[in-house]
């Protein structure tokens, strides 16, 4: 390894599981130079765009992230597509190690006859819609007075409990005008979540659905039916066992709770959805086959039967987007990998490398894991290669409009200046609003 040239890092993708990474090897080895490269002109990812609104202390990582930044151990690039942009092999010959952090920004289909009605949106798309996100933001959802939310996750609860939420109970958050103002001009009466299989087997984290509870304007209803018998005795790690039986014990509370308020907030199990229904193009129904558990999984029972929904919202997974140049695993949506390794020098972290799983915390762990394999692959290299000088060379020669963490700042100031009624932010949404705001 040269001792006149330091190594150099690129990490594509500002969200938590790159910058943990980042921070990592920056602490490790504060000699070496890291880019962090977004495609958007912000940082952040998941965090931005992802994150309900109303769980501001979730957001709060960023403090952490942006010292990163502004102390310049890390280097911020918006605004830079890597095969648009630049390629990967460019990034490959610039940077002793690539990072892959680009997520799974992609919702997977339903499968089923309808999903292609008006009325239906993946949760990837909806939640992008009311947070900002600016490949979202015109996404114009058809909001009717029946909702259904299929996924039995921490992301149907977000997207149900958005919806159901009063102007007022949105204070301090940052759901986007444009979103709020639809909200509240929406008939809701009914927002129903759906899973294929029982409550014991659902995803939920316990914060999450307790705060379907304490809602002003809606209330939580389930079918005592439903709870019939179910115990988390046979789980045997005993910290699932405990969360099981935390949310046993919502779901039980739910039951005796008032049913009187104008939203009802429906939680069905074991029913899978079998087709959307739908006249002049647009979704008016969602047929469901009631299942069974057998050995913890759903089997079909025939009997089906039909909600009047004019509003679907999948929330039952994302995939990684291709990368021209990555390897991609089509079967299992993310970047072909082996424990966080690509090839000789790249890597990937977070849901890129994993799927769709885990919380903000827990990217932390799997994201420092990757780079302490980075950091043994960086001892055997010779160094040598031109790293951020190379990248500001080959994007001037492009003349690409790159947004560095100034630019990001004034973004940042510039959204908290336009917030009003108790707001962190307004979000600018649109690229190219934020381009004239970071070059001004």
């Not at 029982?198 to 939920?204: D, H």
Request: hydrophobic share 40%; net charge negative; proline share 6%.
């Amino acid at each position: 390894m040269t001792d006149t040239t330091p190594l150099a890092v690129c990490v594509v993708g500002s969200g938590p599981s790159g910058l943990y990474a980042a921070d990592h090897i920056a602490r490790k080895r504060p000699d070496c130079r890291i880019d962090v490269i977004d495609r958007l002109p912000t940082p952040f990812g998941l965090v931005r765009a992802g994150v309900a609104p109303d769980h501001q202390g979730t957001k709060n990582i960023v403090r952490q992230f942006e010292r990163g930044f502004a102390k310049g151990s890390q280097r911020f690039i918006g605004n830079i597509s890597v095969g648009a942009t630049v390629s990967a092999a460019e990034l490959a010959d610039l940077y002793d190690a690539v990072i892959y952090a680009t997520g799974a920004p992609l919702d997977r289909a339903l499968g089923i006859a309808g999903q292609d009605l008006a009325g239906v949106y993946g949760s990837a798309a909806f939640v992008g819609w009311y947070n900002g996100h600016p490949d979202h933001a015109g996404l114009a959802p058809r909001l009717g007075r029946g909702i259904a939310v299929i996924g039995n996750g921490n992301v149907a609860l977000d997207v149900a409990r958005i919806l159901a939420k009063t102007r007022a109970e949105m204070t301090g958050a940052d759901l986007c005008a444009h979103a709020q103002d639809a909200i509240e001009a929406a008939p809701i009466t009914d927002i129903y979540i759906i899973g294929r299989r029982g409550p014991l087997e659902a995803s939920f984290t316990p914060p999450e659905l307790g705060e379907l509870g304490h809602l002003q304007r809606a209330c939580p209803v389930i079918d005592p039916a439903a709870l019939a018998g179910v115990s988390a005795d046979s789980i045997a790690d005993p910290k699932e066992q405990k969360v099981k039986e935390k949310n046993l014990e919502i779901l039980t509370g739910f039951i005796t709770a008032g049913h009187d308020r104008p939203v009802r907030v429906h939680l069905l199990f074991c029913a899978a959805p079998q087709e959307i229904l739908g006249a002049d193009g647009a979704v008016t129904g969602l047929r469901l086959e009631r299942t069974r558990l057998v050995n913890g999984q759903a089997e079909p029972t025939g009997e089906t039967f039909d909600l009047a929904v004019e509003t679907i919202i999948s929330a039952i997974g994302y995939r990684s987007a291709a990368i021209d140049g990555v390897p991609l695993d089509s079967r299992k949506g993310i970047i072909a990998n082996t424990d966080g390794t690509v090839a000789p020098g790249i890597f990937t972290v977070g849901w890129a490398k994993r799927g769709p799983s885990g919380v903000i915390p827990s990217n932390r762990s799997d994201s420092i894991a990757v780079a302490d394999q980075v950091l043994a692959w960086l001892d055997t290299c010779a160094g040598g290669k031109p790293g951020p000088d190379g990248l500001d060379a080959l994007l001037a020669s492009r003349a690409a409009t790159c947004v560095d963490f100034s630019g990001w700042q004034k973004i940042n100031a510039a959204e908290q200046a336009r917030a009003s009624d108790g707001k962190p932010r307004e979000k600018l949404t649109s690229v190219a609003e934020m381009l004239t705001v970071a070059a001004g």
